[in-house]
């Protein structure tokens, strides 16, 4: 099982629909896109500079965020199938279909994750694939550093990713990955680990 978390950033670019391609006709099954909450959630962080609610409350709009952009995105491709609990995952791995994660019912129903701003779809991404025991995280990215390995402090204080990801990310049993939208182009005969190993960054300590 491979989660694969697009960024809202994608949002208007070519890349974003031959990614989903890729993930309609080649993911058997195996890979679920995690979504970003793009224009949703910068709408939420808005509101509430308007409003003044709290970060949890921002945290949950944020999370209902996602869905909205997963539900965008697999409407974008019929091929695509939405998924909201675990076992609606599982349904959809039988069925061989490439799955859109709408993450607002697993998510919201777990008091562990922290409810503020430091956790975004990076680290419920990450959340996700320790959960189903995932063998690779991908984050697409619009761009990233040309380093093989990337660090914690790196990627935080470039705000490449948020700052709790590292909790949900590092030290578990999958491989976690960062690759940008451009290298779509090297997946187009499907998603395989070796070409990962090739053009993706890992993440270390």
């Known amino acids: 099982m491979w989660v694969v978390k697009i960024g809202g950033s994608l949002l208007g670019t070519p890349e974003l629909e031959r990614w989903l391609e890729v993930a309609a006709k080649h993911a058997d099954g195996k890979i679920i896109i995690v979504p970003g909450g793009g224009v949703f959630a910068d709408a939420v962080r808005e509101a509430q500079k308007i409003t003044k609610i709290s970060d949890a409350c921002a945290h949950r709009l944020a999370v209902l965020a996602m869905d909205q952009f997963g539900l965008m995105l697999a409407d ?36 562990s994750i922290p409810q503020n701003w430091d956790i975004t779809s990076d680290s419920l991404a ?19 550093p040309d380093e093989k390995a990337l660090s914690l402090k790196t990627i935080t204080d470039g705000g ?22 451009a290298d779509v182009e090297h997946f187009a005969d499907g998603i395989c680990e070796k070409k990962l190993g090739e053009i993706a960054s890992v993440f270390v300590h």
């Open 76 to 111: 974008m491709n019929p091929l695509l199938a939405t998924a909201s609990t675990e076992m609606e995952i599982d349904e959809r791995t039988w069925q061989h279909r490439g799955i859109v994660w709408l993450p607002s019912k697993m998510v919201l129903a777990d008091d």
């Open 126 to 144: 990450a959340w996700l694939a320790d959960k189903l025991g995932a063998q690779h995280l991908v984050l697409v990215k619009s761009d990233k």
């Open 160 to 181: 490449l990713v948020d700052q709790a990801f590292g909790d949900f990310a590092l030290d578990k049993a999958f491989s976690p990955w960062v690759i940008k939208k």
